[in-house]
């Protein structure tokens, strides 16, 4: 692959119109649509992963984590 096809492959701004979309998508969201976002965000299996890993007052780090894991 050549060095210009490498840098149109990480070409800022052919990610600009999805960026734009996102924020209008975001701006334009009712409060019920927000919750239920955040919602299914909070309820994915990495949060409750985190979760039962992390102690409020006694935080784990990432890494301890994974090794915990392997």
């Known amino acids: 692959m050549s060095k210009l096809n490498n ?3 990480f070409d800022k701004n052919k990610f600009k119109p999805w960026e734009q979309e996102k924020r209008r998508r975001l701006k334009n969201l009712s409060m019920k649509e927000a919750i239920a976002i955040e919602e ?3 309820s994915s299996a990495l949060i409750w992963e985190l979760r039962k890993n992390f102690f409020e ?5 990432l890494k301890m984590l994974l090794q915990k894991k392997a």
């Open 40 to 42: 299914r965000l909070l």
């Open 7 to 9: 840098k149109k492959l």
């Open 57 to 61: 007052d006694n935080p784990v780090c």
